[in-house]
C-alpha cells in the first residue's frame, strides 16, 4: 500500500485502508473501490489523502503513528474537553482522568513503536483542525521526549501538556482564530494571549492536582529561545523543557497542515525552517533530536532524485532522514524495472530534490 495525496487519487483505485471521518466514523471500508463523488466528498470534509493498493507498493506494510480507534478516542476526548471549557463549566475528575488515561495510551502505543520511524501522514486532517492539531502535537512530542530517553511517567505529563496546550484558544474569538488571511497586529494580540488563558484556566479548574511541569508546558509553549515569544518573553533555559519540546512540535504540525489562508508546506522544507531556526527560536538540542526522530520523507512518499529518477520511498533510517530505502520505478521519464536503492549505504552522489504527487 501506499499514500495518495486526494488531488493524486484515480477512480476505482482500491482503498488499503478505511478513510475515517473527524470523529473516528468509518467513511469508506477498506476494499472499497475510489468513485469520483468519493474524492469530492474528501475535498469536502478536508481529508488530504488515502492509502491505495497497486503494484509499485504491493508488498509495504506501513506503520501509523496512532490507531484509528486510539486517534478518534484522543480527539473525542480533547473536543469535549474543550467544548465544556468554552461553555464556562469547570472540568470533572472523570473528564480529566479521560484525558490523563488518554495521554498514557499515546505513550505506550509511541513506546510499542519504538524502534520505527513513526508515520505521520495520516494525523492530518483540515477539518476539526485544533483537535487533531493538539493529537498530532503530542504526538511529536512524545517522540521527542522518547529521543530524549525521558522515563515514562514523564513522557505521560508531556503527552498531557501536550494535549492541553491550545486551550486558551477556546478563550479567544473563533472568527479571528479562523479568519482566511493573516492576522492584524491588533487581532495577532489577543491570540497571544491564549497560552496564559489556558494556564490560567486549567491551574484553577481542573479537579486533579496537575504538575508544574504540565502546566508550565501549556503556558511555555510559545516562547523562543531568543526572548522573542510570548506570552513571558522568557529565553533560553528560563523556558521549561515541555515548552521548548512542545514549541518545536507545534510549529512543525502548523506549517505541514493547510490552514484558511495557505496549503500545508512539505515536511522537508517544514524541518529546514525549523533546523534555520535553532538557537534563535529553538533548543539546538530539541532541534537535533526532531531531526533524527521525524522522517523527511515518510514511506509511501514518492521522491524525485538528483539525476532525474523517480521512486518511493519504502523505508526511513533514524539519523539518516534524507537518505531512505527508495523503490525506483521511473528514470528520464521513461517507466523501468522496480529496483531497491538504499541511499543509506550507495549512491552518495544522489539527493532527494523534491516529493513527486502522483
Same mark, same amino acid.
Given at each position: 500500500?501506499?499514500?495518495?495525496?486526494?488531488?493524486?487519487?484515480?477512480?476505482?483505485?482500491?482503498?488499503?485502508?478505511?478513510?475515517?471521518?473527524?470523529?473516528?466514523?468509518?467513511?469508506?471500508?477498506?476494499?472499497?473501490?475510489?468513485?469520483?463523488?468519493?474524492?469530492?466528498?474528501?475535498?469536502?470534509?478536508?481529508?488530504?489523502?488515502?492509502?491505495?493498493?497497486?503494484?509499485?507498493?504491493?508488498?509495504?506494510?506501513?506503520?501509523?503513528?496512532?490507531?484509528?480507534?486510539?486517534?478518534?478516542?484522543?480527539?473525542?476526548?480533547?473536543?469535549?474537553?474543550?467544548?465544556?471549557?468554552?461553555?464556562?463549566?469547570?472540568?470533572?475528575?472523570?473528564?480529566?482522568?479521560?484525558?490523563?488515561?488518554?495521554?498514557?495510551?499515546?505513550?505506550?502505543?509511541?513506546?510499542?513503536? &519504538?524502534?520505527?520511524?513513526?508515520?505521520?501522514?495520516?494525523?492530518?486532517?483540515?477539518?476539526?483542525?485544533?483537535?487533531?492539531?493538539?493529537?498530532?502535537?503530542?504526538?511529536?512530542?512524545?517522540?521527542?521526549?522518547?529521543?530524549?530517553?525521558?522515563? +515514562?511517567?514523564?513522557?505521560?505529563?508531556?503527552?498531557?501538556?501536550?494535549?492541553?496546550?491550545?486551550?486558551?484558544?477556546?478563550?479567544?474569538?473563533?472568527?479571528?482564530?479562523?479568519?482566511? +488571511?493573516?492576522?492584524?497586529?491588533?487581532?495577532?494580540?489577543?491570540?497571544?494571549?491564549? $497560552?496564559?488563558?489556558?494556564?490560567?484556566?486549567?491551574?484553577?479548574?481542573?479537579?486533579?492536582?496537575?504538575?508544574?511541569?504540565?502546566?508550565?508546558?501549556?503556558?511555555?509553549?510559545?516562547?523562543?529561545?531568543?526572548?522573542?515569544?510570548?506570552?513571558?518573553?522568557?529565553?533560553?533555559?528560563?523556558?521549561?523543557?515541555?515548552?521548548?519540546?512542545?514549541?518545536?512540535?507545534?510549529?512543525?504540525?502548523?506549517?505541514?497542515?493547510?490552514? $484558511?489562508? &495557505?496549503?500545508?508546506?512539505?515536511?522537508?522544507?517544514?524541518?529546514?525552517?525549523?533546523?534555520?531556526?535553532?538557537?534563535?527560536?529553538?533548543?539546538?538540542?530539541?532541534?537535533?533530536?526532531?531531526?533524527?526522530?521525524?522522517?523527511?520523507?515518510?514511506?509511501?512518499?514518492?521522491?524525485?532524485?538528483?539525476?532525474?529518477?523517480?521512486?518511493?520511498?519504502?523505508?526511513?533510517?533514524?539519523?539518516?532522514?534524507? +537518505?531512505?530505502?527508495?523503490?525506483?520505478?521511473?528514470?528520464?521519464?521513461?517507466?523501468?524495472?522496480?529496483?531497491?536503492?538504499?541511499?543509506?549505504?550507495? +549512491?552518495?552522489?544522489?539527493?532527494?530534490?523534491?516529493?513527486?504527487?502522483?
Amino acid at each position: 500500500m501506499r499514500y495518495v495525496p486526494r488531488n493524486c487519487i484515480q477512480p476505482n483505485a482500491v482503498l488499503a485502508k478505511p478513510i475515517h471521518g473527524v470523529n473516528g466514523e468509518v467513511l469508506l471500508q477498506e476494499g472499497v473501490k475510489m468513485r469520483i463523488n468519493y474524492i469530492r466528498r474528501m475535498e469536502k470534509l478536508g481529508i488530504p489523502g488515502a492509502y491505495v493498493h497497486d503494484a509499485l507498493s504491493e508488498d509495504m506494510d506501513i506503520v501509523s503513528a496512532l490507531s484509528n480507534e486510539l486517534k478518534a478516542h484522543a480527539v473525542k476526548s480533547i473536543s469535549s474537553c474543550f467544548s465544556k471549557i468554552e461553555q464556562g463549566k469547570p472540568l470533572t475528575q472523570a473528564e480529566t482522568s479521560n484525558l490523563m488515561m488518554t495521554a498514557e495510551q499515546i505513550v505506550d502505543e509511541i513506546l510499542d513503536q &519504538r524502534g520505527v520511524m513513526l508515520n505521520l501522514l495520516d494525523l492530518k486532517v483540515y477539518d476539526s483542525y485544533t483537535y487533531y492539531h493538539c493529537v498530532n502535537v503530542t504526538v511529536l512530542s512524545v517522540v521527542l521526549g522518547l529521543g530524549m530517553d525521558f522515563p +515514562r511517567t514523564k513522557l505521560v505529563n508531556l503527552a498531557y501538556a501536550a494535549l492541553l496546550h491550545d486551550v486558551g484558544k477556546v478563550f479567544v474569538d473563533p472568527r479571528i482564530i479562523n479568519l482566511p +488571511r493573516p492576522l492584524t497586529p491588533d487581532e495577532y494580540a489577543k491570540v497571544k494571549l491564549h $497560552p496564559r488563558l489556558g494556564y490560567d484556566y486549567v491551574k484553577t479548574y481542573s479537579p486533579m492536582s496537575m504538575s508544574r511541569t504540565v502546566l508550565m508546558g501549556v503556558l511555555d509553549h510559545h516562547e523562543r529561545v531568543d526572548g522573542s515569544g510570548y506570552p513571558s518573553a522568557k529565553a533560553g533555559s528560563k523556558i521549561t523543557v515541555f515548552g521548548r519540546i512542545i514549541a518545536v512540535a507545534d510549529v512543525y504540525d502548523a506549517l505541514t497542515s493547510d490552514r $484558511p489562508y &495557505r496549503k500545508g508546506i512539505f515536511a522537508v522544507d517544514a524541518m529546514e525552517y525549523i533546523q534555520g531556526a535553532a538557537n534563535t527560536q529553538f533548543d539546538f538540542n530539541i532541534v537535533n533530536t526532531f531531526s533524527r526522530k521525524v522522517a523527511l520523507f515518510p514511506a509511501g512518499t514518492c521522491v524525485m532524485l538528483s539525476n532525474g529518477s523517480v521512486g518511493l520511498v519504502l523505508e526511513n533510517f533514524e539519523g539518516l532522514t534524507q +537518505r531512505p530505502l527508495v523503490r525506483i520505478f521511473e528514470e528520464d521519464g521513461v517507466a523501468v524495472d522496480f529496483y531497491e536503492l538504499d541511499l543509506s549505504k550507495e +549512491r552518495f552522489d544522489l539527493t532527494i530534490i523534491s516529493t513527486v504527487e502522483m
